[in-house]
């Protein structure tokens, strides 16, 4: 028995590289994807439920027109940039991320920013989780609820044993099925308001009981898919030509997530709840069932999705198989899930602060100082650790969660999200540029020319 346990456990880098997810090393042209599967992939990943989530939340304290529509828009687009720079990173070097910020914070400080993230987003798994019992029980309390979130946790773990194929599977009739939902929720929710008149007079009354500003709306958004924009290149580094690695942060967040954002505002508005289930269930049993099918579905790509990220991230930095790293984030996002999911507003607020900061030092370092020019021959002999990242990281997240929770006086126009990550990149690049000038080496210094796929 122990042996099958050390079996399991060990691993073996042979076998890992050639697997279709790859999480050691930079992936091969042949484990590049064709372009159908990867925008399939794209749009399953997109329409994640936190999309619903969020717009729950801005249609109780935004009007939706025009604010409600452009804080999302302005969100999604903000996601989107990052992302799509991202993105083209793990296009050019074929790293995901794990092994990407080793590059900018070293062998040994890569751990800070990829334990982070995957804290982060077993975090979101744990809400994912809770929807998923919350959607079969409609209520937190219940045995009931405890468990289908547990055989939700278990299912979301199994079916991510099997990596990206099985998140492609799960994708397709989610995106299908919830497409025709949400439209129907859509129509729903805006016949019962009495016309679109009499809906938008509604969110405005609505709003008005509990307003929130513009910028803690965007800044909603921002963190709604924060996690998801910067660790984009494990899905991106399976592209075979740059528009389509750019595609799939814009399906995400511009297509996909603006849909989800405004179909959970309707419903927050007018039916008092941004899951679906909710009020589709008052409608009957044919139609419940479709909509508790539906979110089902979501539920389940959105597992999928947000266990896959920690777990490659991880094998990638500690050296260990993804099967096991499976399990050990599987089961945590499982155990979390039974009682975070109450504090979602909470949760995306403080991603927003600190997740954007981590990216703008690899971002500086890629494009500008180093020129698009990593080379992947060099992972194995990189430095340690560059201090001048996690200060410029420790910086811009300073910024970022004193603007959000009041600790800083700054102006109120100011989007804490977006402040964080350019205060991070400001200071990096001033910290570079300093040592650069008194000939002191931080970070990666070989600009040789990686190999890439063509544009």
Not at 250 to 267: H, P
Not at 424 to 437: F, Q, W
Request: glycine content about 10%; charged content about 10%.
């Amino acid at each position: 028995m122990m042996d099958k346990i050390q079996a399991w456990w060990a691993l073996d880098e042979a076998a890992e590289s050639a697997s279709t997810d790859n999480p050691l090393t930079p992936v091969r042209p042949e484990q590049r994807q064709e372009t159908v599967p990867m925008l399939t992939l794209a749009f399953g990943w997109g329409f994640l439920i936190t999309g619903l989530l969020t717009g729950g939340q801005l249609g109780a304290g935004v009007s939706f027109w025009p604010d409600l529509v452009l804080a999302s828009f302005t969100g999604n687009l903000i996601n989107f940039t990052i992302g799509g720079l991202v993105a083209y990173i793990g296009f050019k070097t074929a790293c995901n991320s794990g092994l990407l910020y080793q590059f900018v914070y070293g062998r040994i400080g890569v751990f800070l920013p990829v334990i982070f993230l995957a804290l982060l987003t077993t975090g979101w798994q744990a809400i994912v989780v809770g929807a998923f019992g919350f959607a079969w029980a409609q209520d937190f309390d219940s045995p009931t609820f405890y468990a289908v979130a547990i055989f939700g946790g278990v299912l979301f773990t199994v079916t991510t044993y099997f990596g990206v194929k099985g998140i492609e599977k799960v994708s397709v009739p989610s995106v299908a099925i919830l497409v025709l939902v949400g439209l129907y929720a859509i129509y729903l929710n805006v016949d019962q308001a009495g016309g679109g008149s009499a809906f938008l007079a509604l969110s405005r009354e609505t709003s008005a009981a509990n307003p929130i500003s513009f910028v803690t709306a965007v800044n909603l958004v921002v963190g709604s898919w924060i996690v998801g924009a910067v660790v984009m290149a494990e899905y991106t580094r399976f592209a075979k030509k740059a528009w389509v690695a750019l595609a799939i942060p814009f399906i995400v967040m511009i297509i996909a997530q603006w849909f989800l954002q405004i179909v959970g505002a309707l419903g927050g508005v007018v039916s008092g709840s941004a899951d679906f289930t909710t009020y589709l269930l008052q409608q009957g049993m044919v139609i419940g069932g479709i909509g508790l099918i539906g979110m089902s579905l979501a539920l389940w790509t959105t597992g999928d999705a947000n266990l896959y990220l920690p777990v490659i991230q991880t094998s990638a930095v500690f050296k260990r198989p993804k099967r096991v790293m499976v399990v050990i984030w599987g089961a945590l996002g499982t155990i979390l899930g039974l009682g975070l999911y109450q504090y979602f507003l909470d949760w995306i607020n403080l991603l927003a602060a600190l997740v954007p900061p981590l990216i703008g030092p690899l971002v500086v370092d890629y494009y500008l100082v180093h020129k698009k020019q990593y080379n992947t021959d060099d992972l194995k002999r990189l430095h340690a650790w560059n201090w001048a990242a996690v200060l410029a990281y420790g910086v811009g997240a300073f910024f970022a969660y004193g603007v959000t929770y009041g600790v800083l006086d700054l102006p109120d126009i100011l989007i804490p999200s977006l402040l964080g990550l350019v205060v991070s990149m400001i200071v990096y690049a001033i910290l570079y540029s300093v040592a650069a000038a008194m000939n002191i080496r931080i970070g990666y210094a070989s600009i040789s020319s990686p190999t890439a796929p063509a544009e």
